[in-house]
């Protein structure tokens, strides 16, 4: 659809139509979210040479593509230079460098441009701790994780799906099902709606423990809830009950 819309945007060029300020931006953001990063580059160097000036939006897009490449070197450059050229500092540049960089294993970088967000004033939501909590889950950082969920939840922060699922997710594939079943009681308890995967990673993580019964028992509530679970957690569960005699303690 992007390069649909590519074709089209220069074919009205090239019939002498002058795109504004607007047209280049949703090209460059459309662009990049395909990640055809050189074409969203190229209509950049295009529109300032019109005498265009790309805005913070423009700026956002390329950010975003540039993470999304892996091209984090680049994505820093272009986030400096965005505050070089006048415009104000906001959550919405820094989350998503933050999250390319958490994407992309520099969990560290991360962790310093969260605190430099802290330092200049820069409101840090919801999105911000996700961002840093899945990166932080990503490298088996669970104490660090747990402790952005209590520094959010002083902040006055909802914590979200995202939030509970990363957290859940990783405890169970560590072997600390516990912990993870005391975050799905904090989730509900908070109004918060699951993942679908959610119950599936729990699911797995007590068959991994050989807690065929419990499992059952949430693989139960998982059909109730008419919700379809994974191959994968069907496969883990049957392969803990075919252990010894724990399918017929499942079943009676």
């Not at 040479?49 to 897009?61: A, F, H, L, R």
């Not at 490449?69 to 450059?77: Q, R």
């Not at 006048?86 to 969260?114: P, Q």
Request: with cysteine.
């Amino acid at each position: 659809m992007a390069l649909e819309g590519f074709r089209i945007f220069n074919d009205l060029k090239d019939i002498g139509y002058a795109p504004d300020k607007v047209m280049y931006t949703t090209m460059i953001h459309g662009l990049c979210k395909i990640k055809c990063i050189g074409d969203a580059r190229k209509l950049q160097f295009e529109m300032i040479k019109k005498g265009i000036v790309p805005n913070e939006y423009t700026y956002n897009s390329l950010i975003y593509g540039l993470c999304k490449i892996g091209n984090l070197k680049y994505a820093k450059k272009l986030y400096k230079e965005v505050y070089f050229r006048g415009y104000k500092e906001t959550a919405l540049s820094s989350n998503i460098l933050i999250r390319g960089m958490c994407l992309h294993g520099r969990t560290e970088e991360a962790r310093g441009l969260f605190q430099e967000m802290s330092e200049k004033g820069i409101a840090r939501d919801i999105i911000t701790y996700n961002s840093l909590i899945q990166g932080m889950c990503k490298e088996g950082n669970t104490v660090g994780s747990m402790n952005l969920l209590g520094e959010l939840l002083e902040q006055g922060l909802q914590p979200s799906t995202a939030t509970y699922s990363a957290l859940i997710e990783k405890f169970c594939e560590t072997g600390d099902v516990d912990e993870a079943k005391k975050l799905w009681k904090d989730m509900q308890n908070r109004g918060v709606e699951p993942a679908a995967h959610t119950r599936d990673s729990i699911i797995t993580g007590l068959s991994k423990e050989g807690y065929a019964t419990e499992g059952m028992e949430w693989l139960a509530a998982v059909l109730k809830s008419k919700l379809r679970p994974r191959k994968q957690t069907f496969e883990r569960l049957i392969e803990c009950l075919s252990q010894g005699d724990k399918l017929d303690e499942a079943l009676f």
